[in-house]
């Protein structure tokens, strides 16, 4: 039992462990005891323990992972302390030896926080003994052979085991809770253990049996979690003042270091993101860019420019004919590429070698810096990585942004939350780039990027970026579009539309959510026919596929929608009506979306102009999409929403929800919306509202689903 006087961690001790470790960056060539191998090791795998010890910031830590939470409305879900007395008091506690998950914690958030930081800081509290004796600690980065290697230690009681880097094994990719749970099974004994990952990657988890917010149940395992939270403005100064501390000319002067002071104002230009550690640590490679306007995309962009400027300084002055700039950043991205095809973060000297064999210049990487303030590092092996996983993101994000990549290589890359999230802030972002990465079409699923979810991108409309859940047997379900927070004003102004249309009222709201991309195809109805054993709807002969699904009624949509939601694991509906006016405006207040007259083959319906008019159907996808990505919701089918029919909009929601009593509602009746392919152009207005019994179907209406983010 540990003594209550006794501490593993301690942010107190950190000038002493600063203190005994920079003796040691000195001595590590011609020391061989174990002390310093273990500093090596830790060196080649994660980075340089004694740059991290010199300028670490302590983090606090939170209960709920701050992307889901308002901190200004809710301030008790963001409560935060500081995080080595958190892990400290974990570490310390009499837990039963049971296999119960009580002696196992996640460590969860984006990246760039902080996480395998964290975990080195815990180590080298162990290796330079400021923590109770008698006590091992283990720091892994989670592999292939991860599971060998715990099982294989000997005195697992008294061992506190770290494993980093959960989203990075490609044994959890498309695996993850099956992996998760092996790695718990194997690793009950250990005294403790903690287990770093992203927080996107994590798998979704049933909610504890006692109700409490600080664990998460997996099979049969309930594990205590804790989310690293974002810097705030006083640990950001504290960075700044450790890492460009006041000269003794400074201090005759009286003044604040000034590379200190230029450092503050750039971070000031940077808003939130000036609140992540990895990007902190990189900030003097970041002023020397010029002032921008700062998102992750131009962020990481300034710190590879700056980077590489320096390197193709060096190599000027050691080679008669260096390469430039530009090939210095196609090697890199040649590289990314390569490991990010494979899965992998190391590349050998075989490897490297490989393929300069079809591009010689990838062999003045071997000419880089490596370590310390590189992006670049080499371990012991003489094996390449990035510094940091994300780097690697950003230069395939950079290569497939501005054509570096083959197109043949596309669909083999794996998109990452992270990959995803520099895409779309480069502003480079197509439909054509996505449908050859294999976005909806090749099986890579993906989850929404943490700062998408921030209060600053939920306004944010991104009409080239579509994504989808995955079925029970792992294939895509419907794709789906992200539509922004925000408001509109519903209906028609007094002296236009039909009364039914008024009065004009603001509807807000207050988070994102999804619809369908498209309305609902034949495809994807059929597919729940065959799973629910009910007759397929007829197409009159026009062909079923990628049409839209005809002939059901709201109550079938409801069934397909309770169907989905199962399979899935995620909220699918029928859209609100409010949902479905504001997606299908798209910012807009004209009567379509692309303005006031219908204009010549915009749509499906009866003087659209196209050649289905008061045919059939068109195949989804067949018309341009409206600002916010979806298309068809002007003609082609009528769509059920989730509303009960009202004659007018007196009484109706603000907020967006479905409106389904009151104001002499009718719920034997739902509200369709959009016009189908039989009808004139005035029933195609983005305010006009419709209407038909639940058991009611029809050759001109079908219907779009909603997901809740």
């Known amino acids: 039992m540990i003594e209550p006087t006794t501490s593993f961690l301690s942010i107190a001790s950190l000038p002493k462990l600063v203190k005994g470790l920079l003796p040691l960056a000195n001595r590590l060539a ?41 901190e200004d409305n809710h301030p008790a879900v963001a409560t935060k302390a500081p995080v080595f007395a958190t892990i400290d008091s974990f570490l310390r506690e009499d837990y039963p030896l049971l296999a119960d998950g009580s002696r196992q914690m996640f460590i969860l958030s984006d990246a760039g926080m902080g996480k395998t930081s964290l975990l080195m800081m815990i180590k080298l509290n162990q290796l330079m003994a400021f923590w109770p004796s008698g006590f091992d600690c283990r720091l892994l980065k989670i592999g292939a052979d991860t599971l060998k290697i715990v099982e294989a230690h000997p005195d697992k009681a008294n061992t506190v085991l770290l494993l980093d880097a959960l989203d990075e094994d490609p044994l959890a990719w498309g695996n993850t809770k099956a992996r998760v749970l092996a790695l718990l099974a194997a690793t009950t004994r250990y005294r403790r253990v903690l287990i770093s990952c992203r927080t996107q990657f994590f798998p979704d ?130 590289v990314a590429l390569d490991l990010q095809q ?78 995803l999230a520099f895409l779309i802030a480069s502003g480079g972002i197509t439909s054509a780039l996505l449908e050859r990465l294999g976005f909806g079409e090749k099986g890579i699923a993906f989850a929404f990027p943490e700062w998408l979810n921030s209060g600053e991108s939920w306004g944010r409309p991104m009409p080239g970026v579509h994504f989808y859940d995955r079925l029970s047997d792992g ?76 002939n059901v009624s709201w109550r079938d949509a409801q069934d397909y929608c309770v169907w989905l939601s199962e399979e899935t694991g995620h909220d699918y509906h029928l859209p609100s009506e409010a949902q479905w006016e504001y997606a299908a405006r798209g910012g807009t207040q004209t009567e379509y979306w692309w303005g006031d007259e219908i204009g010549h083959n915009r749509a499906n319906c009866a003087g659209c102009g196209s050649q289905w008019d008061r045919e059939r159907t068109a195949p989804v996808g067949a018309f ?42 009718n719920c034997s009746r739902r509200v369709l919306r959009g016009g189908g392919w039989v009808d004139l152009p005035r029933f195609l207005r983005s305010a006009y509202r419709g209407r038909s019994n639940t058991d009611g179907a029809s050759g001109d209406t079908g219907f779009r689903i909603a997901r809740a983010i």
């Open 30 to 70: 011609d020391s061989r005891d174990k002390r310093t191998a273990e500093l090596c090791a830790m060196g080649d795998t994660f980075g340089s323990p004694f740059d991290l010890a010199r300028f670490y910031v302590e983090p606090c830590c939170q209960d709920y992972n701050p992307a889901e939470h308002d």
């Open 205 to 334: 988890t049933e909610p504890d049996p006692f109700g409490r917010p600080t664990r998460v149940r997996m099979g049969n395992y309930t594990c205590p979690v804790k989310f690293l939270s974002l810097f705030d403005d006083g640990q950001v100064a504290r960075y700044l003042a450790k890492r460009f501390p006041n000269r003794w000319r400074d201090r005759f002067y009286r003044r604040d270091n000034p590379t200190r002071q230029r450092a503050g104002e750039v971070v000031l230009g940077m808003h939130s993101l000036r609140f992540r550690p990895l990007l902190l640590a990189y900030i003097d490679h970041i002023i020397e860019a010029e002032a921008r306007e700062w998102n992750p995309y131009t962020l990481y962009q300034a710190l590879v420019e700056s980077w590489l400027a320096r390197e193709e300084e060096k190599l000027r002055r050691q080679m008669d004919h260096p390469p430039s700039r530009k090939t210095l950043w196609r090697v890199c991205a040649t």
């Open 342 to 419: 494979q899965g992998k973060r190391l590349l050998s000297r075989t490897e490297l070698d490989g393929l300069a064999g079809g591009f010689p210049a990838l062999i003045n990487l071997e000419r880089f810096n490596v370590g310390g303030r590189s992006l670049l590092n080499r371990n012991a092996d003489g094996d390449f990585r990035f510094s940091h996983y994300s780097i690697q993101e950003f230069l395939v994000a950079h290569a497939l942004v501005n054509g570096v990549a083959p197109q043949e290589s596309h669909g083999g890359i794996r998109v990452t939350d992270q990959l």
């Open 475 to 550: 294939s895509p379900g419907p794709r789906m579009q992200w539509i922004p927070a925000g408001e509109f004003l519903m209906g028609s102004p007094e002296g236009r539309g039909f009364s039914d249309e008024r009065p004009q009222h603001r509807v807000r709201f207050h988070a994102p959510f999804a619809l369908g991309t498209y309305p609902v195809t034949f495809a994807e109805y059929d597919r729940f026919c065959a799973a629910t054993h009910r007759r397929q709807p007829d197409d009159y002969g026009w062909g079923r596929w990628q049409r839209p699904v005809i």
């Open 624 to 665: 341009a999409p409206n600002p916010f990505g979806l298309y068809d919701t002007a003609g082609n089918v009528r769509e059920w929403t989730a509303d009960c029919w009202h004659p007018d909009y007196q009484g109706a929601p603000v907020d967006g929800s479905a409106w389904r009593e009151g104001n002499g509602s």
